[in-house]
């Protein structure tokens, strides 16, 4: 018999191990789910338990890359609220493989995971699937105790996926995930934890409370939404920060503030979205919401209704089993915790010097935001990052410029010294990657791939050849 030559050896070795590593997580992978089309990818979802005496458990779905997963880096998605689902808002509404409508899923041509492996989390307890026995937990809820459960999650979800563990690793997020976001890498930096951590990506973030809910006012008056004399009073009597202030921690309204809240109400009015201005609102009664499916099969339409089918679609008794999920001490899935009493005061800590310590640790930043999103506006984003990149000495390393996707301005963009970038996505909401999928691919693929995004001149030399 001839002797093994080492690379069989070596082919033999890692053979054993991948099939060791597939065998923990076998009872979690996904069969198929009702209604989805064939795909070649796996999926996973489940519990993972991090406190046994607790019996607190976080819910996952995880989605390997549509080719080649073993060269694809991870990515975490983590949605805000804070207390709303990162698989009914991230996966099924935004950029996940598919989206419900009816009793079938849609393949979604611009999801994430053709750029890589994704992990979608339900966090902290009580949010979507995740649970806690102790319904204590329910009733204190706040920023630091979501990041230290969510790197338990993280420890353990990679004892049962030993493969990726030594994977480019990358956290993204959007809305309140600008704390989620940052507070997790930062625990994951600080505890010293065996994550080969990159970077983190942040959309419509919420970094610092009073900079960017008083950038409403401003949106608002330059979108035309208000008068000029409501953006007198909102600047001069009582400014956003104060209404929500007064709402988190008081319960009511000065009289000042009342009046500022009414009338501001009254002129956007309640038949706009404010979380994309330019975006129809889904209509409720059952004529309308057979026009507006009708409108879906025409090329361009947003499904504003995707919500409400995603709720339809993880309360069916089949699809949670085939997601081997259960609802535990709640009746009916949400898409928004409706148990969980976050501590809200957590709204005010800044993580705008959170971003700054990460930077300085080598961890890339990107922070975008779709400029139709009058709920935390881009002005306001713009400002906190162009202000900490003055704080950190960090230079421009590309100017403020237009970037391109299929031959039309995609956005806009700044990158300063290569490792902290920000860039508005044109057209899109406060959740991106719903209204703009294509041009939200394109970003999360420069930013992955440590790139900038594309230019005009790369589309010009295209079209000369």
């Not at 979608?120 to 230290?148: C, H, I, M, Q």
């Not at 600008?178 to 507070?183: E, I, L, S």
């Not at 503030?257 to 706009?272: A, L």
């Amino acid at each position: 018999m001839q002797p093994l030559q080492w690379t069989t050896i070596a082919t033999i070795s890692a053979t054993i191990v991948f099939l060791a590593a597939e065998s923990v997580s076998e009872p979690d992978k996904i069969v198929t789910l009702p209604g989805q089309p064939v795909v070649s990818f796996k999926q996973y979802s489940g519990f993972i338990t991090i406190d046994e005496k607790q019996e607190k458990a976080l819910f996952y779905y995880f989605v390997e890359a549509e080719t080649d997963p073993a060269s694809k880096p991870l990515v975490l998605w983590l949605n805000g609220g804070p207390g709303c689902s990162s698989i009914g808002a991230g996966a099924f509404c935004e950029h996940g493989p598919f989206k419900p409508s009816g009793d079938i899923l849609h393949k979604n041509d611009y999801s994430w995971n053709k750029e890589a492996n994704v992990l979608y989390l339900e966090s902290p307890a009580g949010v979507g699937f995740s649970y806690s026995a102790n319904e204590s937990f329910y009733t204190s809820v706040n920023d630091e105790l979501t990041a230290r459960d969510n790197l338990a999650f993280l420890e353990r979800w990679f004892s049962e996926f030993p493969e990726y563990k030594d994977r480019d690793f990358f956290i993204t997020g959007e809305s309140y995930g600008g704390h989620y976001v940052p507070q997790l890498a930062q625990l994951i930096v600080l505890s010293n934890a065996k994550i080969n951590l990159k970077g983190i990506a942040i959309g419509n973030p919420l970094l610092e409370f009073d900079t960017d809910f008083n950038s409403r006012a401003e949106y608002f008056w330059s979108h035309g939404l208000i008068s000029d004399a409501t953006y007198e009073i909102f600047t001069t009597v009582c400014n956003y920060s104060q209404i929500r202030r007064q709402y988190q921690i008081i319960g009511s309204l000065s009289p000042d503030c009342s009046r500022v809240n009414s009338q501001y109400s009254r002129e956007v009015s309640k038949f706009v979205d404010t979380y994309d201005i330019t975006l129809d609102v889904c209509l409720s009664t059952i004529q309308s919401q057979s026009h507006v499916l009708n409108k879906m099969e025409n090329v361009g339409e947003i499904d504003v209704c995707i919500e409400d089918e995603t709720m339809k679609y993880l309360n069916r008794e089949d699809v949670q089993e085939a997601l081997h999920a259960r609802l535990v001490r709640v009746d009916r899935w949400t898409v928004c915790s409706e148990v969980i009493k976050y501590n809200m005061e957590n709204l005010e800590i800044p993580t705008i010097p959170v971003l700054g310590k990460l930077i300085r640790s080598g961890i890339r930043v990107f922070v975008y935001s779709g400029d139709q999103d009058s709920v935390i506006p881009l002005t306001g984003t713009r400002t906190l990052v162009n202000g900490l990149a003055k704080y950190l000495g960090l230079n421009t390393t590309v100017p403020y410029r237009a970037w391109f996707e299929g031959k039309q301005v995609a956005g806009w963009t700044q990158v300063y010294g290569d490792i902290l970038s920000f860039a508005t996505i044109r057209g899109a909401s406060h959740e991106a990657p719903f209204s703009q999928p294509e041009r939200s691919l394109v970003l999360f693929s420069a930013f992955l791939g440590g790139k900038q995004l594309p230019e005009v001149t790369s589309f010009v030399e295209k079209m000369n050849k």
